[in-house]
Nanobody, 125 residues
Framework: QVQLVESGGGWVQPGGSLKLTCAASGGTFSTLTIGWFRQGPGKEREFVATIDWQDRTIFYSDAAKGRFFISRDNGKKMVYLQMNSLKPNDTGVYYC??????????????????WGQGAQVIVSS
């Protein structure tokens, strides 16, 4: 069983930055593909970024491309999401998901077996 805990959320002004962390326990972290998803107020959960466990292939949503950067540290069992140039419509709860599936572009929420409780991000002036 894999447990995931997100941290690093908070309030930031437009144009600011935040770095989210997804910490895993249990399982073999190095064999898990990790995905970040988010759910804005009144919106459905959507894909943000993913990093493959095997070849570290990375995919970003169009909204995240060029502003967000995903990385992983297998030794620490952590995946990070560096978010820059934040906009008000980046507001939402950010979730990490983990599974053994290969990373794909625009995976549907729920593709991966494990997910965390989420971290709130508020972008507002």
């Amino acid at each position: 069983q894999v447990q995931l805990v997100e941290s690093g959320g908070g309030w930031v002004q437009p144009g600011g930055s935040l770095k989210l962390t997804c910490a895993a326990s249990g399982g073999t972290f190095s064999t898990l593909t990790i995905g970040w998803f988010r759910q804005g107020p009144g919106k459905e959960r959507e894909f943000v970024a993913t990093i493959d466990w095997q070849d570290r292939t990375i995919f970003y949503s169009d909204a995240a491309k060029g502003r967000f950067f995903i990385s992983r540290d297998n030794g620490k069992k952590m995946v990070y999401l560096q978010m820059n140039s934040l906009k008000p419509n980046d507001t939402g709860v950010y979730y990490c998901e983990a599974g053994s599936e290969k990373a794909i572009m625009n995976p549907p929420p729920g593709r991966y077996r494990y997910w965390g409780q989420g971290a709130q991000v508020i972008v507002s002036s």
